[in-house]
């Protein structure tokens, strides 16, 4: 049973907006960092936000200022809001979950298909 189940990707035009979701079950991600991945095709998996148990937030530099990425520990949850979305944000997303200490993540989500296209 894969610990991380995302939820929320789709079809959007340029300039739209989605709102991914994802809900840990089984495991209890309070102490872990949590966030997204993404692989483009043609592209290697890529960090799109990192949340620490603290809830400092890391970036990719070409979300920034569009994608904000946030937690609620009650519900052993990560989301990720997307803004302004541009052709270039289609891929699969991933959720993921790091123990603190490590740079790769130790759990990994199926993916939700997010394709920006006019």
């Known amino acids: 049973q894969v610990p991380l189940m995302e939820s929320g990707g789709d079809l959007v035009q340029p300039g739209g907006s989605l709102r991914l979701s994802c809900v840990a079950s089984g495991v209890n991600f309070g102490l872990h960092d949590m966030g997204w991945y993404r692989q483009r095709a043609g592209h290697q998996r890529e960090l799109v936000a990192r949340?620490?148990?603290?809830?400092?937030?890391l970036y990719e530099d070409s979300v920034k200022g569009r994608f904000t990425a946030s937690r609620d520990k009650s519900k052993n949850a990560v989301y990720l809001q997307m803004n302004g979305l541009k052709p270039e944000d289609t891929a699969i997303y991933y959720c993921?979950?790091?123990?603190?200490?490590?740079?790769?993540?130790?759990?990994w989500g199926q993916g939700t298909q997010v394709t920006v296209s006019s």
């Open positions: 949340v620490s148990n603290g809830g400092d937030i």
């Open positions: 993921t979950a790091w123990v603190p200490t490590r740079r790769l993540p130790d759990f």
